[in-house]
């Protein structure tokens, strides 16, 4: 990745938003994040010139969930493939295991405070995704 690491964060909640930028600002990283609120929109971002180093998708969305989005992006040729991390407050075993199955590098359930994004952000953007094995899938949270 280069020094500047291009963050797209799919998630409609403006609160979760605002966490996830100060989470990063604290972070020390130099980063550009873009935000849409829409799984349908993700597949315009990917399209783009510069497509992201990383995703982070919140499963509940309207119009395009993320695991519906998910299943689009993979099927779609053309588009990079890049780490996909899932948000969400459902930690069910069975929604867990299904985003694992698809593919995704990733499941955070989201936290109730700064301090534990913080935390949590800080780890999973130190990981070098390009020597990451698929059986690695990183999850935080509770079941």
Known sequence: MNDTICILLAEDDEDD???FDHALRDSGLTYMLTV????????????SDIPPDLLFLDINMPRLNGIECFTLVKSTSGLPKIPVIFLSTNTSLKVV?????LGAQGFIMKPNSIDAL???LASVLE??????????????GRT
């Not at 849409?36 to 399209?47: A, C, N, P, Y």
């Not at 990981?127 to 935080?140: A, N, V």
């Open 36 to 47: 849409v609120t829409d799984g349908s929109e993700v597949i315009s971002e990917l399209s």
């Open 17 to 19: 938003v605002f966490l």
């Open 97 to 101: 295991k299904q985003v694992e199955d």
């Open 127 to 140: 990981i070098d995704w390009t020597k990451r094995k698929k059986q690695d899938f990183l999850f935080y």
């Open 118 to 120: 913080n935390h949590i």
